[in-house]
Every structure is written in structure tokens, then in C-alpha cells.
């Protein structure tokens, strides 16, 4: 087992409070995650639909942390 996080594409699902949201990833799991404190600045306008890039826990599969958007997507 290796303990780095794996990224994959989400799409942003729904918002929930204290700035955490719930992304569905491919294959139609959801997941809860939060922005990630370095890419806060980046990511202030995250809203439902929205496409994301996370990185899935390995010690908590249903967790991830929000760390940017894919290369070549933008912004609304």
C-alpha cells in the first residue's frame, strides 16, 4: 500500500458547509473533500458542475482534498 494520494478528475456534485464539497469522481463514486489551503486563492468560485482535480486519500477512501483545476478548463 503506498501512502501518496492519488489524483483523478471530479466534477463538483454539491456544496456543503464549512467550505467542504462533495465531487463525484469517474465511475460514480462520490467523495467529500475540501479546497486545498494553496490553491484557496485559485479555487474561490467553485460551484456545482464545475471541474475539478483531487487527490483520494489512501487511508480514507471516501475523502480528498481539492487541489486545482484540469489544464485546460476554465474558470466561470
Do not use: Q, W, Y
Not at 489512501?58 to 466561470?76: E, K, N, S
Amino acid at each position: 500500500m503506498s501512502d501518496e494520494p492519488t489524483r483523478v478528475r471530479a466534477k463538483v456534485t454539491e456544496l456543503l458547509p464549512n467550505a467542504m464539497m462533495r465531487v463525484e469522481i469517474p465511475g460514480g463514486r462520490c467523495l467529500t473533500g475540501h479546497v486545498a489551503k494553496e490553491a484557496r486563492a485559485l479555487l474561490t468560485r467553485l460551484v456545482p458542475g464545475d471541474e475539478v482535480e483531487v487527490e483520494v486519500s489512501p487511508f480514507d477512501a471516501g475523502l480528498c482534498r481539492i487541489v486545482g483545476r484540469p489544464r485546460g478548463t476554465r474558470g466561470r
